[in-house]
């Protein structure tokens, strides 16, 4: 018996193979950079086709094993201020600006730096109030915060320095997982 394309569906997603089908959202959608760094304080930079870049800490940041307990957010954050369809008046960021810093259960502190040339445009104030959201999703929920770049064709350039996420799971012994 042939079944109908939406019991086919329902189907795969009760034997758990719905996440093989559909990527989350960020795998579809997002070219995926990291910034790595010596230390494992790693960030990624995801870059969307419109030119958008969501920055935030990798799933191998110290701040992930040790628990985020307190979010700060430097003094330009604070300040930065956009309004309209366009985004006016966003505070322009360089590579190594301070966005916050964030202290773990275990007393250390790590600066979260913006890793690209470019607008704030949002800042993720959920970090701030649900700190737990940079240790249970960090590359989601847990981002810290979106840029947007002059010229959407510029984003490219912005992340050429960075790594792809193949050649950063690699250098870290990670294995992709796709889906939850």
Known sequence: KK?????????IQTEGRFSKLFPPVVDRY???HYDHREDRQDQFVNRHSNGLLVVGIASTHPIVSEKAAKVE??????ENHISG???????????????CTVTTQSGNSYQVRCGVNA????FN???ITNPGLLNCDPEAEGFVAIFQVKDPTQ???QCRKLMP?????KLRGLEETIGC
Request: aromatic letters at 10%; proline letters at 4%.
């Open 155 to 157: 984003a490219p350039v």
């Open 119 to 122: 607008q704030l445009i949002e």
């Open 85 to 99: 369809k366009r985004k006016k008046g966003g505070t322009w960021f360089n590579v190594k600006s301070i966005l």
């Open 30 to 32: 997002f070219f995926r």
């Open 125 to 127: 104030e959920n970090i």
């Open 73 to 78: 957010t430097s003094k330009i954050v604070k």
């Open 3 to 11: 079944l109908e394309p939406a019991a086919k569906r329902a189907r």
């Open 165 to 169: 996420r193949q050649d950063f799971l």
